[in-house]
């Protein structure tokens, strides 16, 4: 397993996009929170309805996790899907 710093290294090419009073999102970025711990501090959480095109590309398809521009997952936490980024961004 990795050390934090390294996972906060690797967490940084990670962006929620989400949606307030959103139950979806709410566990997908605590499951995140839970996997990655205080590095998930660290990604930015986009909220879809204060961008014109995040809602566009989106929509109600939130909350998604992009990972260098590409969608991880979305609707849930998807850990080994997060993991595969991970290590696609560790070589």
């Not at 839970?34 to 809602?55: M, T």
């Amino acid at each position: 397993m990795s050390t934090p710093g390294a996972l906060a290294d690797r967490s940084s090419g990670f962006v929620l996009v989400s949606r307030a009073d959103c139950h979806l999102c709410e566990s997908m970025h605590a499951a995140l929170t839970a996997f990655l711990g205080a590095a998930a501090a660290q990604i930015p959480v986009l909220d879809v309805d204060a961008d014109a095109d995040l809602r566009r590309r989106y929509g109600y398809k939130v909350p998604v996790l992009l990972h260098a521009g590409e969608i991880v997952c979305f609707g849930q936490f998807d850990q080994s899907e997060v993991e595969r980024a991970l290590q696609a961004s560790a070589r």
